[in-house]
């Protein structure tokens, strides 16, 4: 097997020329570093050195000591991200869902740090579906998703609703109509005067609350068109331009030529929840239940602003 002292040894001769030079750099005695030096070479099947009138490399040695010193360099970089990662502590590793708003997403990953939790915080926005699976897996810690969702065996905390807007056409309505949930303006006669899709990201994300959803906006019996759409940037632009209608989470989500309203005629809040893996021994935090009531009370508090 080639190891890492092998090419320490190749190194080191290849630098000083002189057997007992390199024994002393690479701290060992002389007889085990000639050991060593015919046993990389007959793992590599080639002579390095040649030995005759003092130590020189062959041509395949200088061919081949690049290669040795970049994979000493690789292993002494892996050493030392190890040692830095060691030092630095443990790791939070977090997933949220790409509907929680970025300035609550901020105040939620922020959140363990605030109450005095030392560990270092990584964050990933992902689907709630790949969000679960690595929770699952072990990849996530926690992770905030959207409810309801098939859990699978996970823990999960309370249920938070977030309150929602409805973004429309400027001018969408008729006069004195008000665009409704499913893109429908109504007049004050209540005759349509147009309809258009809601935006919506791809059921596969979250199936039981994209149906949720679809369901509540059809709760009065109209029929519920959809347009699927990649993010809630995307939604905007279609909003923006005439041909859709977004309900988002966002408070801070607007273009020019875009209405804003309240959703709550039928109320149609973003619910959310922490899940994580009981099954997981030794995995971090120590207590993740602890934890995920630290993220519901961030987003708590971000569902009262």
Do not use: Y
């Amino acid at each position: 097997m080639l190891t890492e002292r092998h090419l320490e040894i190749f190194v080191a001769l290849a630098e000083e020329e002189h057997f007992g030079a390199a024994a002393q750099r690479v701290g060992i005695t002389q007889p085990p570093l000639s050991q060593g030096l015919r046993r990389l070479e007959a793992l590599l099947g080639v002579r390095l050195f040649e030995r005759e009138r003092g130590v020189f490399l062959t041509e395949e040695g200088a061919l081949l000591l690049p290669h040795a010193r970049k994979a000493l360099a690789a292993l002494a970089g892996l050493r030392e991200t190890g040692a830095r990662e060691h030092a630095d502590g443990r790791r939070l590793r977090l997933g949220l869902a790409p509907e929680v708003p970025a300035p609550l997403a901020a105040d939620v990953a922020a959140a363990p740090v605030r109450a005095g939790d030392r560990a270092r915080i990584s964050t990933v926005t992902a689907p709630t579906a790949s969000l679960l699976s690595d929770v699952a897996s072990g990849r996530l810690d926690l992770a905030v998703v959207r409810h309801p969702s098939v859990l699978h065996g996970l823990a999960a905390g309370q249920v938070v609703l977030l309150p929602t807007w409805i973004l429309t056409p400027a001018g969408s309505a008729g006069p004195g109509g008000v665009a409704g949930p499913g893109g429908v303006a109504e007049s004050g006669g209540g005759a349509a005067v147009r309809r258009l899709p809601v935006a919506v990201r791809p059921r596969g994300e979250a199936p039981a609350a994209h149906d949720l959803f679809v369901d509540t906006l059809a709760s009065r019996g109209r029929r519920v068109e959809t347009v699927v759409v990649a993010d809630e940037r995307a939604g905007l632009a279609l909003v923006a331009a005439g041909q859709a209608v977004l309900v988002t989470a966002d408070g801070t989500l607007t273009a020019s030529r875009v209405e804003r309203q309240r959703a709550t005629d039928p109320p149609l809040p973003l619910r959310l929840r922490v899940v994580w893996n009981p099954r997981r021994s030794g995995a971090a935090p120590e207590d993740p239940a602890a934890t995920a009531r630290l993220l519901e009370s961030a987003l708590a508090e971000g569902a009262a602003r």
